[in-house]
Nanobody, 119 residues
Framework: QVSLVESGGGSVQAGGSLRLSCVVS????????IGWFRQAPGKERERVAA????????YYGDSVKGRFTISQDNAKSTVLLQMNSLKPEDTAIYYC????????????WGQGTQVTVSS
């Protein structure tokens, strides 16, 4: 069983930065993909970044490439999402999710953290 707890959301002005964290327990990073997703009202859920198998693979959505960086702190069992040059369109609830090797989908989800970017 994987447990994920997000934190770090908040309100910033456009151009500002936030760092989201996701504390992961229950599985080793070596057997997981950890993804960050976001959901804004009226929009489809979007995967913005992911890191898999101890950092051997990373993914970034086109909308955040060059602005967001995903990383992991193995000692703290935490996946980080550094969000720079934030735009109002980045406003959403951000969720951390995990995909285990036995699943074809992201099968564990955190509670979400609100990110609001004002113009």
């Amino acid at each position: 069983q994987v447990s994920l707890v997000e934190s770090g959301g908040g309100s910033v002005q456009a151009g500002g930065s936030l760092r989201l964290s996701c504390v992961v327990s229950g599985y080793s990073f070596s057997t997981l993909c950890i993804g960050w997703f976001r959901q804004a009202p009226g929009k489809e859920r979007e995967r913005v970044a992911a890191i898999c198998y101890g950092g051997s693979s990373t993914y970034y959505g086109d909308s955040v490439k060059g602005r967001f960086t995903i990383s992991q702190d193995n000692a703290k069992s935490t996946v980080l999402l550094q969000m720079n040059s934030l735009k109002p369109e980045d406003t959403a609830i951000y969720y951390c999710a995990a995909q285990t090797l036995s699943s074809a989908t992201y099968n564990y989800w955190g509670q979400g953290t609100q990110v609001t970017v004002s113009s």
